[in-house]
């Protein structure tokens, strides 16, 4: 958990530093958005951890949040499907896809990094030729279905309610949790991701682990796509979701997963992408910072503190390996 | 081979030390080489012979101890330096870029320009000019990749000249190469002896040390065990001062009466080699010896049987029941495992705790309806922890920082919590200390005890020998013959190992 601690540290600085130059930071109106958006992008952030955990990598996620986050509407305004159906669909349509990449990666034995390009093409082309790139809406219809994303669960003697997104991310992120540190194919995950090699030789199914974790990912992906078209009404073609892989991918990373694979932290996952949020708001927030340079602050952040971390690490593997030698030659 | 008392040695090494974590590697190591001098450093795996030539290459440098050139104490902190003092290593996996031809090989980093661009002519026509001294007639415009290991390796030394090396280290260079690719680097290495170029020859290959060398220094667990002068050099020499004790107490073995047949091998055809049949049986109680040359396909073999390469063809039964492996588990249902040779890739997940490496394989049996059973976790940790004798500070450390005789503790207790019926180990001492190595010998003879039926591949003669009641050797694919205990000797199984048959 020490890893957490130090991106912890981050979110809790840039949110202080945040509340101190802007009045309007704290705000129930703002804070209650910020919470929403966190758990939006934590849900397809934890999906993408299970991925980065193999040692892989899914730069499909915003394409599949385009896909479906335009499709879900399509279905049911455009072609009058119940909602049950079109949820149904949702759901169907990203588990094929995950299975897809899964297959060709494990399978084929294709480098994810390609498939998931490919995804990320593919998708979104598809969605602009199944739409003739109209923006998707659900006009004033589905009010009801919609509050699973926009309504808010007011809770005696706070300001703002939590949005529901924020309830779905605990029990994506409780029923994460559980799988990835009390499973047997949790552990699998994560042994595979160090040596894939060493847990087939110990019996391990790993093609099938992997395509597991290709699957969460996609699922999660099309859950958030339809969380996030329920959220804000409409989807267009062209730009809905866009570089959302990226920030699904820093959120992972932030939160303690090594793209090296065989190691992540679901609360690390939520906090790195809490912080992205908060960065965000408090470029908007705060006059002095020119909102055009939005990017660059937040890639500036995300460099220093994977950077730190590292320089973290190195400094106490010396100091352990000089104890040691100090130990051995005492010996 | 110099007599001359006032000239000081081309190499000297004193009192090296070096220590990684948890393993004294080198400990207080001298010798010398004269000018023009083969010295063969010998000694079991793990006695420290390839640490101490990464530290005169230049790869890894020394704790404590000088290393001096004629006279002159140097730092040999980088292979540039080590190649600036002309000290060269050939490695036992070559460092070549078979991509590339072979005058590009031999001038790597060192090309000769034509204003911005590399002069390939002048490359190809001192490049003929290394090939001839080491006595190789290939075109330099060759790919390396085409080549075979023993042509090869002879680029790898034709480079060493190329850069004036006045001091060859060569380790294990025989360990891939066929018969006459052996002789003709012998004729090398004699050969760059009289033109006074000196070679340190490490090799665990006795007959071939006998032939060479000038000179013998024997390293065990790290110290120097012995020197041997040219007239001094016999096998039982080397071996005492290598084992240290006697051979017959190292290796300790009662024989057990053979019962029911555990592992049949019928007609089973690897995609390695295709074109082979393998068949043999493996009874309870009985431990096999698996021989032949790198290359003959063992490692293949056993990889098959464990469905990590699936048979062609042929059956397998194991403890009576026929299965065809298409994926490891496949093979550890029915109770037969395999301790991999490459232990660091395939054996142990490296980063993961010793506890986590010990359950890894038992967790899908000790489940609770797809949890962890964390108290069946923690009860197998210990109990192989003290049953295998892993020397480790706590079941949280990481298998990374072990021993490598450790690492194959913990790669073995994961196997012995599956209680298994059939044990295939391949290169099972490869790489550890002699206290391991022998510890590990008492395993394999305890689990034959209980009834266990264990095939083991091994490299070294003296373990197979040692260790089995009975011995397959393979030669490219095949076994070419079968040898009971009573008429087991070096001779036999190296006839077997080059194809030949006994007469």
Redesign the interface.
């Known amino acids: 958990m020490k890893k957490v601690l130090g991106i912890f540290g981050l979110l809790a600085a840039v949110f202080l530093i945040t509340a101190m130059a802007s009045d309007s930071f704290l705000k129930p109106y703002n804070l209650e958005n910020l919470i929403r958006r966190t758990a939006l992008f934590g849900i397809i952030g934890i999906g993408v951890a299970f991925v980065i955990i193999t040692g892989g990598i899914d730069l499909s996620i915003g394409s599949v949040v385009c896909l479906i986050g335009c499709g879900f509407p399509f279905m049911v305004m455009e072609l009058k499907w119940s909602v049950g159906l079109a949820v149904f669909v949702v759901f169907l349509a990203s588990l094929l896809i995950g299975l897809l990449h899964g297959t060709l990666v494990t399978k084929l034995r294709l480098q994810p990094f390609v498939v998931t390009l490919c995804g990320l093409l593919f998708y979104r082309g598809v969605t602009r030729g199944f739409t003739r790139d109209q923006t998707m809406g659900f006009r004033n219809e589905l009010g009801e279905f919609r509050k699973i994303a926009t309504a808010e669960i007011d809770i005696p003697g706070m300001a703002f309610g939590i949005p529901m997104p924020c309830i779905i991310l605990l029990i994506v992120a409780v029923l994460s949790g559980l799988f990835l540190n009390?499973?047997?194919?949790g552990?699998?995950l994560?042994?595979l991701g160090?040596?894939e090699?060493?847990?087939?030789?110990?019996?391990?199914?790993t093609d099938r682990m992997i395509m597991v974790a290709y699957v969460i990912c996609s699922l999660l992906a099309g859950l958030g796509g339809m969380l996030f078209v329920l959220d804000v009404g409409s989807a267009q073609p062209s730009d809905f979701g866009n570089f959302y892989e990226l920030y699904a991918i820093a959120a992972a990373v932030l939160g303690g997963c090594s793209l090296r694979g065989?190691e992540g932290y679901i609360t690390g996952v939520i906090i790195g992408a809490a912080l992205m949020q908060v960065l965000k708001n408090m470029i908007n927030l705060i006059d002095a910072i020119p909102t055009n340079i939005e990017y660059a602050v937040i890639g500036a952040v995300i460099l220093c503190g994977v950077a730190a971390d590292e320089v973290v690490k190195r400094a106490a593997a010396k100091r352990k390996?000089s104890r040691?030698?100090e130990a051995?030659?005492a010996s | 081979m110099s007599d001359d008392q006032n000239k000081p040695p081309l190499l000297e090494v004193r009192k090296v030390c070096k220590r990684f974590p948890g393993v004294r590697a080198l400990h207080e190591v001298s010798l010398a080489v004269a000018q023009g001098e083969v010295l063969a450093v010998i000694g079991e795996n793990g006695a420290g012979k390839s640490t101490l030539m990464k530290i005169l290459a230049g790869v890894q440098g020394q704790d404590i101890g000088d290393i001096l050139i004629d006279g002159k104490t140097v730092q040999l902190d980088s292979v540039e330096t080590a190649l600036a003092n002309g000290v060269s290593l050939i490695h036992q996996e070559l460092n070549l870029a078979d991509n590339l031809d072979v005058g590009a090989n031999i001038f790597l980093g060192r090309e000769p320009v034509k204003g911005l661009f590399i002069d390939r002519k002048r490359i190809h026509q001192d490049a003929r000019k290394y090939l001839e001294m080491v006595g190789l007639e290939v075109d330099p415009a060759t790919i390396v990749g085409e080549l075979t290991i023993g042509h090869q390796q002879m680029i790898e030394i034709a480079k060493a000249l190329s850069v004036d090396s006045r001091i060859l280290i060569m380790d294990e260079p025989t360990s891939s190469l066929s018969t006459k690719e052996t002789e003709s680097l012998f004729k090398v290495v004699k050969d760059l002896r009289s033109r006074g170029i000196s070679v340190i020859y490490i090799s665990h290959r006795l007959g071939e040390v006998k032939e060479l060398a000038d000179r013998v220094v024997v390293l065990r667990d790290g110290e120097n065990a012995g020197d041997l002068a040219r007239e001094e050099i016999d096998h039982d020499a080397m071996v005492k001062l290598m084992v240290g004790r006697d051979i017959s107490q190292f290796y300790s073995r009662t024989q057990h009466a053979p019962g029911d047949v555990m592992l049949e091998v019928d007609k089973v055809r690897t995609p390695v080699h295709p074109a082979h049949e393998l068949s043999f049986k493996v009874h309870a109680g009985e431990i096999v010896g698996m021989a032949g040359l790198v290359g003959a396909g063992r490692t293949e073999m056993l990889q098959t049987l464990f469905g990590v390469t699936p048979a062609l063809a042929g059956r397998i039964k194991v403890a009576g029941e026929e299965v065809q492996p298409q994926a490891p588990i496949d093979a550890i249902e029915l109770g037969m495992v395999l301790a991999p040779e490459d232990r660091k890739q395939q054996g142990v997940v490296l980063e993961m705790s010793v506890r986590d490496n010990l359950s890894l394989a038992s967790l899908r049996r000790d489940q609770n309806k797809g949890f962890l059973n964390r108290q069946k976790e923690r009860e197998i940790s210990a109990e192989m922890i003290g049953k295998m004798r892993v020397k480790t500070p706590t079941e949280h450390q990481i298998v990374q920082f072990l021993s490598g005789g450790n690492q194959q503790k913990v790669v073995l207790g994961k196997w012995l919590a599956m209680e298994p019926k059939v044990l295939l180990l391949d290169e099972p001492t490869r790489g550890i200390d002699v206290g391991a190595k022998q510890e590990i010998y008492k395993l394999m003879e305890e689990l034959a005890g209980r009834g266990v039926a264990i095939l083991f591949v091994s490299s070294e003669m003296e373990e197979v020998i040692g260790m089995s009641d009975r011995t397959l050797v393979m030669h490219e694919g095949c076994i070419t013959g079968e040898l009971p205990r009573d008429e087991l000797s070096e001779e036999s199984i190296m006839q077997l190992a080059t194809g030949k048959s006994l007469n």
Request: avoid cysteine; charged fraction near 20%; charge should be positive.
């Open positions: 009390y499973t047997i194919y552990r699998y994560l042994a160090r040596n090699q060493a847990a087939k030789y110990s019996g391990i199914n065989g390996a040691e030698f051995a030659k």
